[in-house]
């Protein structure tokens, strides 16, 4: 099945195969073809052109696209999807004046979403992380990670992977999951953390890794939660596994958390609200990918992550939601666009980078998502009619989408 997408006012990330990432200044451009047309052959992206040039193949429909563009699909690279219940009581809480950490502190916060997990059936559990996915699909994204840590026990962490195998099997967009055991320590522990990272490390991990339920091993490195030691300890044995880290670290404090996720080979490292300049000389001599969450900077009222250091210095930037009950509450990645242009003072060029090709990085999937390039995946959006690509991020909280497509069709709403 071939169709021709013609009379695209603009088609924007238009990439060579080679091309897996974009760092520092290469982030300023987004390579884009005006008045466009493109052919989809199957699930996948056959070819494109300019309308001066136009498509004189054959092809079995024609979608005329004038005056709307057409983009690769956000690529968000970090998110808890799978949870359950809410937490809007904290959030109410927490207008009145407690604190993230004080509402942690006494029992709430990820110990509260995990409580409510371990007392909801893997079948509701999954309907409740179904209807997420399938909001954030309508919402432009078409590749995503999945994080467990809301179980915080053997049973309740295999329950969160399970069913983020079943939403893979069921769903058409590439999905990653990592296993994110060592999230926050069980009340039950409270005195005796390292017991609860033998139960991570020796019983959980590995039964993990014997059922193939994830890609990557993640733990929340930060102060009250898990420290330096536990990271390394965690990451030494989950390589042995064949598991690679994608680290949360850096969102209150710098505690040398950096480090030992490049240290370890991590693929990216995610937060980074709090950056010292030694932490930066660490990721300029590596091959790990920042990822900032700039939707929960907004939530959390917390520094946004310093992106202009960042790029500024040559790295290369990824963009996720972090949608998760919690911290952030929303896995719109057209907010996240915007807050990276309006908060982190990134350009709408370096930002959609951010959240397509680099996101893509950031889960190991470039080679199949992230731009418009011949052989990748049909996973797309197509805009409604808008002045340029600025209008993006600058019109935040309109719905600019008109269409997305996973594998060459079409969403039906
Ligand atoms: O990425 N920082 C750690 N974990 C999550 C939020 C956890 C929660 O509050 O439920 C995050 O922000
Ligand atoms: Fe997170």
Redesign the pocket.
């Known amino acids: 099945m071939k169709t021709l997408f013609k009379n695209i006012k603009q088609l924007l990330q238009v990439r060579d195969s080679g091309v897996l990432k974009v760092s520092g200044a290469e982030m300023k451009e987004l390579p884009s073809i005006s008045n466009a047309w493109m052919l989809v052959e199957d699930d996948r992206i056959a070819d494109f052109g300019s309308m001066n040039d136009a498509y004189t193949g054959d092809f079995d429909e024609a979608v005329d696209l004038n005056g709307k563009m057409l983009l690769p699909s956000w690529c968000d690279s970090h998110t ?1 999807i799978v949870y359950a219940g809410n ?1 809007e009581q904290e959030f109410a809480d927490r207008i009145k004046g407690l604190t ?1 950490e004080e509402i942690a502190n006494r029992g709430g ?2 110990l509260n ?1 995990a409580e409510t997990l371990q007392k909801t059936s893997e079948n509701e559990l999954y309907e409740q992380s179904a209807r997420r996915l399938e909001e954030v699909i309508g919402l432009g994204t078409g590749a995503v990670e999945i994080k467990s ?2 179980g915080l026990t053997e049973d309740a962490e295999l329950k969160m992977l399970r069913v983020i195998r079943k939403l893979k099997e069921n769903y058409q967009l590439p999905v990653k999951a990592t296993f994110l055991g060592a ?1 926050a320590i069980p009340s039950e522990f409270k005195s005796e953390p390292k017991i609860y990272m033998d139960l991570v490390i020796e019983e959980i991990l590995p039964e993990v890794a014997r059922q193939e339920l994830a890609e990557y091993i993640d733990i ?1 490195c ?1 102060k009250g939660y898990f420290s330096v030691e536990d990271t390394n300890r965690l990451l030494t044995e989950a390589k042995k596994l064949g598991l690679k880290p994608k680290i ?1 670290v850096n ?1 209150f404090h710098s505690i040398g958390g950096i480090k030992a996720a490049v240290d370890h080979g991590a693929l990216s490292v995610d ?1 980074l609200e709090v950056m010292t300049s030694e932490d930066l000389e660490i990721l300029k001599n590596s091959q790990t990918i920042p990822v900032a ?1 700039p939707s ?1 900077s907004l939530f959390l009222s917390i520094p946004y992550t310093p992106a202009r250091d960042l790029i500024d210095a040559g790295l290369p930037l990824a963009l996720a939601t ?1 949608f ?5 509450p929303s896995g719109n990645m057209n907010l996240v666009i915007s807050l990276a242009c309006i908060k982190m003072k990134m350009t709408p060029e370096e930002a959609i980078n951010a959240a397509t090709i680099n996101g893509a990085y950031a889960m190991e999937l470039s080679e199949e998502v992230g731009s418009i390039t011949r052989g990748k995946k049909a996973n797309f959006i197509v805009t409604k009619e808008i002045p340029s690509y600025t209008f993006l991020p600058y019109a935040f909280g309109t719905n600019s989408i008109d269409s997305v497509y996973l594998n060459g069709k079409i969403l039906q709403h």
Do not use: A, K, M, V
């Open positions: 808890h937490r993230y916060g990820i979403s840590g809301y999230h929340f930060e949360h969102q937060h969450l929960c972090d998760n009950p919690g911290s952030t």
